[in-house]
């Protein structure tokens, strides 16, 4: 059996994976990475994920944006050809791919081998009866949707996001199970391309994860384009292909009728053939154990991405990946530490939140000031039609005077994902919340709402004290 050593050896081609891989090839060390096929590489993100996902949307935005235009008098007829739309995210796919395939990857100093990777010892894989050797060893496979199962799942018609983006045929009624952001991202999307979508959910809401005043706000502009929500209830059993009995919490039923269901109720790790105990990498509860460092029990092998079992974002993977690099070669360890990460859901208006929530906050006994925003005098709101939108952050305690800086906080707006960016580099840097006081806005940019939120927060902090000492300074120097 050939033998090969590598000094770092990646199994997994995602976004982590890559951003690992990539980076020590240019800097000149014999990298190898595995990857299951060629199609394979550039991982969920690209092949199931984020990428396909929103392109379906963009498509969707202009079919939805095509109906409302009749009310300005514009008419349009016709159905959404799904064929066309699938082939607009095939194309869209195969644009990034040119950059994420075996042959680019070998170009840019990186070894490819394809196939399933099983540790036969500490420090050892086999691919294809391959021997590899690698002074460190970064696993990075990722996660798959975890799957419904009911009886008579097998009966129907089942998308989950691995099958839903080569659909053939828009199906009439749209089951879609789960609530949480891929859920609500497809029943959006294939809504707006001509399916009557009903959403159920096991809890009382929708995004669990964020926060749900604004998560309710999405909820009624989702129900205001037609929608359906059932809270508080499972699918007990589907009774025939297009037919299922619906379950709630208070023991009633309902019968519920379909063409098609999508699936979105959570990921689980794709641990694979790994054969991990070989590598004496341990695992519990269905997770690798790691500690701060995304270190295995096997000190020179490390998770990084979805399989580390830690928030399941591309760009948790690569900043996973920034870590490893990071230690590898500085004395100075980072560890893994999420409180500036920032995440959002592409439906639209987008939910965008970043940074610590108030739980985090109160359990932390850290001290705040919890400020809204909403949008219905601001300009640029009033004008694009989203009066509804709003904004909460969190502040740290201090006066008018001091440093305040920006802990966490979510916004929902069409857009909220780029709108908030700022107020994420003011949280990651630590910036004052001045940064964003001060800064001049052309008229009328969407981000201007920053600055409002900011200024009303100031004008809070007048206290009359505050303010016979300004009235005093004014007496003196003006």
């Known amino acids: 059996m050939t033998n090969k050593i590598y000094d770092i050896i990646v199994i997994g081609s995602g976004s982590g994976g890559l951003t690992v891989g990539l980076f020590m090839a240019k800097a000149g060390f014999k990298v190898l990475m595995v990857s299951k096929t060629d199609k394979d590489i550039g991982g969920d993100c690209l092949n199931d994920g984020c990428v396909p996902s929103k392109a379906l949307i963009h498509v969707s935005r202009i079919a939805h944006d095509a109906k409302i235009a009749a009310n300005f008098g514009l008419s349009v007829s016709g159905k959404v050809d799904i064929k066309k739309a699938v082939n607009y995210v095939y194309d869209r796919q195969e644009i990034i791919r040119e950059h994420e395939n075996a042959g680019w990857l070998q170009e840019q100093g990186v070894d490819v081998a394809l196939g399933n990777a099983i540790f036969i010892g500490k420090s050892e894989i086999e691919v294809n009866e391959i021997k590899y050797t690698g002074k460190k060893i970064v696993i990075a496979t990722g996660s798959r949707p975890k799957k419904l ?3 008579g799942v097998e009966k129907v018609t089942y998308y989950d996001n691995e099958s839903i983006f080569h659909i053939n045929d828009l199906p009439e009624k749209l089951l879609v199970i789960g609530a949480g952001p891929i859920g609500i991202e497809i029943a959006q999307a294939m809504n707006r391309l001509g399916s009557k979508v009903t959403v159920i959910q096991h809890g009382n809401r929708i995004l669990a994860h964020d926060d749900e005043t604004l998560a309710d706000i999405l909820l009624e502009q989702m129900r205001k384009e037609g929608i359906e929500f059932i809270f508080n209830a499972d699918v007990d059993h589907f009774i025939s292909p297009g037919k299922a009995s ?7 039923s309902e019968i519920l009728y379909f063409d098609a269901v999508f699936v979105g109720i959570g990921r689980e790790l794709d641990f694979g053939a790994l054969q991990l105990d070989k590598a004496g990498i341990a695992v519990e509860d269905n997770r690798i ?27 948790a993977a690569e900043f996973h990946g920034r870590i490893l690099l990071n230690n590898f070669f500085s004395p100075l360890k980072k560890e893994l530490n999420n409180d500036h990460l920032s995440w959002v859901t592409f439906t639209d208006p987008e939910l965008a939140s970043f940074g610590l929530n108030e739980k985090q906050l109160n359990e932390r006994n850290i001290s705040y000031k919890k400020i809204e925003q909403n949008f219905k005098e601001d300009d640029r709101a009033v004008v694009d039609n989203y009066q509804y939108a709003k904004t909460i952050l969190f502040i740290s305690e201090g006066g008018i005077f001091n440093k305040e800086r920006i802990l966490g906080g979510t916004m929902l707006a069409p857009h909220a994902g780029e709108i908030i960016q700022e107020l994420i580099l003011a949280n990651t840097s630590k910036l004052s919340v001045n940064s964003i006081f001060n800064k001049i806005y052309p008229y009328p940019v969407a981000s201007r709402i920053n600055q409002q939120i900011i200024a ?7 206290t009359n004290t505050i303010k016979k000492l300004l009235n005093t300074a004014y007496k003196i120097f003006s």
């Open 149 to 151: 199962k009911v009886p």
């Open 246 to 252: 619906v379950k709630f919490k208070d023991g009633k």
């Open 289 to 315: 154990v790691k500690d701060k460092y995304l270190r295995t029990t096997n000190k020179n092998i490390f998770v990084c991405g979805d399989i580390a079992g830690d928030l399941m974002f591309s760009h």
């Open 456 to 462: 009303k927060h100031k004008e809070g902090s007048l």
